[in-house]
């Protein structure tokens, strides 16, 4: 057994009462409470009330996405009609397509009943369409060609829509697309009544040869030009918590109380 002097004793009593008096502290040792860490400008939990308007730390923020609009076309189902000097065609058509740019009528015929070498006797036939706000209208007459008796009508009206900002924000893909059809379409002509009609003035003098004339066929061709949006996810613009915050670094010393630091401090330590 190993004998120790006085002065030796003494200091180990010393370093085993004051080993004892550190552990019982560190028994009840707790770290500091501090506040939670927030991002800049965001106030504390305990500021949310039920009149705040701002929303918690934990609520997703906005995303930003850019709208892409592409002028696309379309067309309808060419309309194969009759008209007649007695009765002329009236009939309905629908655009499917929001953001409508400009739709083109081509209305076309040949006029089957003409006199004195293709000459005389030429039918003429009125095109007249109303599109559904009942501002735009028109009505135009063209008179068939000599020799071939073909007769044309063409016309464009142009609806001077702008397309909506480049960018929306919104929590998601998902709303973001229904943000975009509620707010940033124009639906003034969408899946509503074009009306239209055609009729004919038969060009025969003769009154035996003009009652043998009951009218002309005719086609006629819609196309139109509208505006399709499409998004992409800006994430140059995304807001919310700082992504770039460093991992924990596994390899730091964990914080010791300071209680411990005050006993290796002293030189106790190498008694334990």
């Known amino acids: 057994m190993i004998s120790l002097k006085k002065n030796d004793k003494i200091i180990v009593i010393v370093a085993v009462i004051i080993l004892a008096i550190a ?46 609009w592409t002028e696309r076309n379309g067309f309808l189902t060419t309309i194969s009609e009759f008209a007649g000097k007695k009765l002329q065609y009236e ?37 007249e369409v109303t599109m559904p706000d009942g501002i735009n209208y028109f009505s135009e007459t063209s008179k068939s060609a000599q020799i071939t008796g073909k007769g044309n009508i063409s016309r464009t009206i142009v609806k001077n829509i702008i397309p909506p900002p480049k960018s929306i924000k919104a929590n998601d893909v998902q709303d973001a697309q229904s943000l975009l059809k509620d707010k940033y379409y124009d639906d003034s002509w969408t899946d509503k009544d074009i009306s239209i009609s055609v009729s004919v003035q038969i060009g025969e003098l003769r009154i035996l040869k003009k009652m043998r004339d009951k009218g002309n066929d005719f086609e006629l061709k819609i196309t139109y030009q509208y505006y399709d949006g499409t998004l992409k996810e800006d994430t140059t613009k ?19 109380p300071p209680y411990i630091s005050m006993i290796i401090n002293t030189g106790c330590g190498r008694y334990v």
């Open 23 to 68: 552990g019982g502290v560190i028994a009840m040792y707790q770290s500091p409470k501090t506040d939670k860490i927030l991002p800049p400008n965001i106030p504390s939990e305990k500021s949310y009330g039920r009149g705040d308007n701002i929303l918690p730390p934990n609520i997703p923020s906005e995303k930003s996405y850019d709208v892409n």
């Open 91 to 127: 009939g309905t058509v629908v655009i499917p397509q929001g953001n409508v740019k400009s739709i083109t009528f081509n209305l076309s015929w040949t006029d089957d009943r003409m006199t004195f070498l293709k000459r005389m006797g030429l039918d003429s036939l009125t095109l």
């Open 238 to 256: 995304n807001t919310g918590g700082d992504s770039n915050l460093p991992p924990d670094d596994p390899w730091v010393e964990p914080e010791k």
